[in-house]
């Protein structure tokens, strides 16, 4: 298992102050990976009564079978105060994300890939107001991929 930790702090002014922090949990066993990686952001614009503040966690997993693979990923947002705008208010609501993907690797490097992803809220964050499972909106998203990845020498 690999553990990776960030963070980021900044001050441009006596009134406003940026934090991030970020860590990652990832691996693999036998023909499978995983990941787990969470975010927490914490910002203060013209002083602590305008913070906006927002957090983050998903769960990856995949495997390969030969020149084949499948990978899903879920995932959850949770606004606090972020996106203001005088039309909308303060955002509070959550975000949850799932992503389904498959691929075949036509020859070392390259990869074809057929993508699902779906992003749904319980409040009016989307476009799309007719969303599956009592979620308010809803974004469906489908790819067709094809990805180069020239040897880089790492493993």
Do not use: H
């Not at 001050?11 to 860590?23: C, L």
């Not at 979620?135 to 067709?144: C, E, F, G, K, Y």
């Amino acid at each position: 298992a690999d553990l990776r930790f960030s963070a980021i702090y900044s001050e441009a002014t006596d009134t406003e102050r940026k934090f991030e922090f970020n860590g990652v949990l990832s691996g693999n066993y036998a023909n499978t990976r995983y990941g787990l990686e969470g975010t927490w952001f914490d910002n203060d614009i013209d002083g602590p009564n305008n913070r906006q503040s927002a957090w983050d966690v998903t769960l990856y997993g995949g495997a390969t079978w030969g020149a084949w693979s499948s990978d899903l990923r879920f995932g959850y947002t949770d606004e606090e105060g972020t996106n203001s705008t005088a039309e909308a208010g303060t955002r509070t609501n959550g975000i949850w994300r799932f992503t389904a993907a498959g691929g075949y690797q036509i020859v070392e490097g390259v990869v074809v890939r057929a993508e699902y992803r779906v992003d749904a809220s319980g409040a009016d964050t989307c476009d799309d107001d007719d969303g599956l499972f009592g979620a308010r909106d809803m974004i469906n998203t489908v790819q067709l991929q094809l990805l180069w990845t020239p040897a880089t020498g790492q493993d």
